[in-house]
């Protein structure tokens, strides 16, 4: 197996099919260079034209034959005869070339000659001899490549797959710079997001807090309990329904009351006096409505609302909970002032606001991480089909197993 490194296998691959295609290559060379003679030759021929025109045609046409010349002369100029460097693209551009060639100079011919062809009758008939030559050259050459190069045009058109897997090379070490570039501010992200919590946890420890806490704990634990005391919200919708339909009467129930109360049922209760006169009354008219059985609800959520709404007035806890609830909202407000007063609240809207900035720029990095991670290996995989099938057909060309090197610079 023949090893070669991807950098020199381009120059080592033509050596290679040179070798293997030196008959083809030498024939091919022998005509481009017939062709070379030719177009030479036309330059000469010119030089012709502009030695027959002197002293025998006037300032006018010499300026014609001058601009004929000049024109032919620049459109071979243009001409690249492939010399050492000889392949099927350059073959090809040789032969456009020359048709464009022929094109150009029957245009040319046909604008100026007019003006001095009786003094030139000798060198064009010259000029016409060499242009045939020329053309029988360009198409032995069309027939051979059509023939005889075949074979030599896609072994030589397999270099054309070389600047895919370069790029794809190219591809590869940029996403890996990139993916590294990635990781290392993946992991800063993540660090930084420790220090933050880490700090949060610090500041959070204070007694401040901590009190803070727990006087919402208990506000909360209250709430719960307040909820469960009045938990008759369906009795009370069912009761609003039968009031707006005006199938129940109840002239000492405040509807827009009732509507505020199962909106916000605490709020409404806290708003109220201390002995709660608008709730007592709604009450009592749902107990009424209830025990009349004028509801129409099922026996066991009537029993258990008619319960609830009795335990409510003997017990007379609710009141209780309500003042409470009041004492533990001042108290957390006196904490926050507090804390407000010692700067804690600034510093942990603060450390909030970095913690909350840093997480959307980790979950971006994230995700730029993610996908170019995905790039590099899609790139990888592409490069390596690419390589495996372009060693193969390499292999069909030079009959011999191929390895190509690919290093990374990582």
């Known amino acids: 197996m023949i090893e070669k490194d991807l950098e020199e296998f381009e120059e080592f691959y033509n050596e290679k099919i040179n070798a293997i295609f030196s008959k083809v290559k030498r024939a091919s060379k022998k005509i481009i260079l017939e062709i070379r003679d030719n177009l ?91 242009t045939r030559k020329l053309g029988k050259k360009q198409a032995i050459l069309d027939e051979f490549l059509r023939k005889k190069y075949t074979d030599l045009k896609n072994a030589e058109y397999l270099l054309k797959k070389l600047p895919k897997i370069f790029t794809l090379k190219d591809n590869i070490e ?29 500041l959070e420890k204070n007694n401040l807090f901590k009190e803070l806490e727990t006087e919402k ?30 199938t129940i009467h109840a002239p000492s129930v405040n509807i827009n009351y009732l509507k ?16 709660l006169p608008k709730f007592t009354s709604l009450m009592v008219q749902l107990r009424h409505v209830l025990e009349e059985n004028r509801l129409n609800l099922k026996s066991d959520t009537k029993q258990k609302t008619v319960e609830q709404i009795n335990a409510i007035f003997e017990e007379k806890l609710l009141q209780e909970n309500i003042e409470k609830f009041l004492q533990f909202r001042e108290k957390i407000t006196q904490i926050e002032e507090k804390i407000e007063a010692a700067g804690l609240a600034k510093k942990l809207e603060e450390l909030k606001n970095q913690i909350s900035s840093n997480a959307v720029k980790l979950e971006h990095v994230e995700n730029d991480h993610n996908r170019k991670n995905k790039d590099y290996l899609r790139y990888l995989n592409t490069l390596k089909s690419e390589r495996e099938e372009f060693q193969s057909l390499v292999e069909e060309v030079l009959n011999e197993s191929i390895k190509i090197n690919i290093v990374f610079a990582f």
């Open 40 to 130: 030479i030759e036309i330059k000469v021929c010119l030089d012709h034209f502009i030695e027959a025109g002197k002293d025998k045609i006037d300032q006018k046409s010499q300026k014609s034959l001058n601009f004929f010349s000049d024109r032919i002369r620049k459109e071979i100029d243009e001409i690249e005869v492939p010399d050492n460097e000889i392949n099927y693209d350059n073959i090809m551009d040789l032969l456009n070339s020359i048709k464009k060639l022929f094109t150009n100079i029957n245009e040319i011919a046909r604008k100026s000659l007019p003006k001095f062809q009786k003094e030139v009758q000798p060198q064009i008939k010259e000029l016409n001899y060499i």
């Open 174 to 202: 940029h996403s890996k710079t990139d993916l590294e570039q990635f990781e290392t501010e993946l992991e800063e992200r993540k660090e930084t997001e420790e220090e933050l919590n880490a700090k949060l946890v610090e």
């Open 217 to 246: 704990d208990k506000l909360f634990q209250l709430q719960m309990r307040i909820n469960d005391e009045i938990g008759f919200k369906k009795a009370l919708k069912k009761f609003k329904f039968e009031l707006e339909k005006n």
């Open 260 to 275: 505020d109360f199962l909106k916000n049922p605490i709020g409404v209760l806290i708003s109220e006096r201390k002995d």
